[in-house]
């Protein structure tokens, strides 16, 4: 089995990233071998502490056998990694050189960056990913976790070995893969050379990649926003399809690139038992719409609906097109819906929704005829009952004429543009490939 070496909180907001100190740690290790991928696993996205996207990182390391397989490049070098390695003990050696690494590379002075790192013979119980992926773990079960299997340094308050104890901890039922690509330092902090165009025709060039391109807001969101050392990520179900798409682009030529295992894309953060709900937790539940949706002050859309007592779901204005379905929606439509639940307002952060059933939306149209005389009755006052003029027969304001509505939304599965998704969240470009 090969060592498993976990990180995590390493960067602040100003910068930095702990992927591309994955890069740094394969260059410093490289005595060694990669055994399998490098993986870069997404933990809860609701922990209120996470810098970004509540991303950790594990490379499992050892002395490779058989035939090694590309998984990156750096500085002109290429990067392998093998199927399966020789036993190799965790040591103070090992665990100093990624130390020095972490040091040298970690947002240190920022109060909110408490890197940790884990050099473990095997990985964790799988059950400590699952928590921190849908929950939230205390250190010190985190700690427990890992007693006796390793080696850990911690700086700070040490908060990251709970993340880099997690992503040691992965075993993957579903797996995505991310080609990230870095820049030439000194291109750190200026605007990327990547052609829009050529994003564009990713997903038609190469199937198997996904959130590329947001067509809604006509955004790149491979590229990130920040200053980091980042060039773009590219991510997709097919790793040895990911190189290809990169060197596709054309434009700026990365200074390394490396392809990670993930576990964005899985959904893995939904828990699938509504009755573990809790603040800070995705859930997935069904439910009736019961009343119509409206749009706060903000341009946040809000329906309350029918779960185990009334919640709050909440469309947030940066889903931009996806609240168009959610205003569509109407009282007694039948829904399931992924979202995080929040303590103040309680409420439900939509990721996802489905649309199982639409109720029928009846609109007034018009007077009904006499029940005597058959002529059309008159309205005699809000709320009166209808009088027939000539005969003097009334009916009651139920018996109005009513059509049903057509609808702007039919029974299907929405999600927000790829621009506003979180990273771990399922696309509905992967739908059909897992369930
Ligand atoms: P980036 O995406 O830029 O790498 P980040 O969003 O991953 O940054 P971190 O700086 O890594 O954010 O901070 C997340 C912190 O939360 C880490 O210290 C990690 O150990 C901790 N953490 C992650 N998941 C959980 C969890 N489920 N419960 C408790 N703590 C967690």
């Known amino acids: 089995m090969p060592l498993y070496l976990g990180v995590d909180d390493t960067d602040s907001l100003r910068g930095m990233c702990t992927t591309f100190l994955a890069t740094e740690l394969v260059r410093a290790l490289s005595e060694w071998d990669l055994i399998g991928y490098p993986r870069l696993v997404r933990l809860n996205p609701n922990i209120p502490w996470k810098t970004r996207g509540n991303g950790a ?12 397989f590309r998984v ?19 040591s103070e050696g090992i665990a100093a050189i990624a130390a020095r690494v972490v040091e040298r590379w970690s947002a240190l002075e920022d109060p909110t960056t408490n890197p940790g790192l884990v050099l473990l013979r095997k990985p964790p119980p799988p059950g400590l990913y699952w928590r921190a992926v849908r929950d939230v ?24 070995v709970i ?15 991310e080609v990230l690509a870095y820049r030439e330092p000194s ?14 025709g ?32 590219i991510r997709g179900d097919d790793p040895q399809e990911l190189p290809a798409a990169l060197a596709s682009l054309g434009g700026e030529r990365p ?60 469309a947030y204005e940066p889903s931009k097109g996806f609240r168009a379905v959610v205003r569509a929606l109407a009282a007694g439509d039948s829904v399931r819906v992924v979202g995080a639940i929040r303590t103040t307002p309680r409420s439900l952060n939509l990721e996802k929704i489905e649309v199982l059933r639409l109720a029928p939306v009846l609109r007034p149209a018009g007077n009904p005829p006499c029940t005597a005389c058959g002529r059309r009755m008159k309205s005699s006052g809000r709320g009166a009952p209808y009088r027939c003029r000539r005969c003097g027969t009334t009916r009651p304001r139920s018996d109005a004429v009513l059509l049903e509505s057509p609808r702007q939304i039919a029974p299907g599965r929405y999600e927000p543009p790829v621009g506003s998704r979180r990273h771990i969240a399922m696309p509905l470009k992967r739908l059909p490939r897992t369930r």
């Open 57 to 68: 990182i594990c490379l499992r390391i050892g002395k490779g056998r058989g035939a090694g």
């Open 72 to 90: 990156g490049s750096i500085d002109g070098g290429d990067v392998f990694a093998y199927e399966r390695g020789t036993e190799t003990a965790p």
């Open 137 to 160: 773990v205390r250190k010190r079960d985190a700690l427990r976790a890992i007693r006796g299997l390793g080696l850990r340094r911690e700086w700070k308050n040490g908060r990251g």
């Open 163 to 177: 993340g880099a104890a997690a992503a040691a901890a992965w075993r993957p039922r579903d797996r995505t893969y």
């Open 187 to 200: 291109r750190w902090g200026t605007p990327r050379e990547i052609s829009a165009t050529s994003v564009r």
């Open 202 to 233: 990713l997903d038609a060039r190469f199937p198997s990649t996904f959130n590329n391109y947001d067509p809604d807001d006509d955004r790149v969101v491979i590229t990130p926003r920040t200053p980091c050392p980042v060039l773009c990520g």
């Open 255 to 314: 200074a390394r690139w490396l392809v990670f295992e993930t576990n964005q894309g899985t959904d893995d953060h939904v828990l699938r038992d509504p009755r573990a709900a809790r603040p800070w937790t995705t859930i997935q539940v069904s439910g009736t719409v019961l009343r119509e949706p409206r749009t706060l002050p903000g341009g946040h859309v809000v329906f309350p609906l029918r779960w185990r007592e009334p919640i709050d779901v909440l």
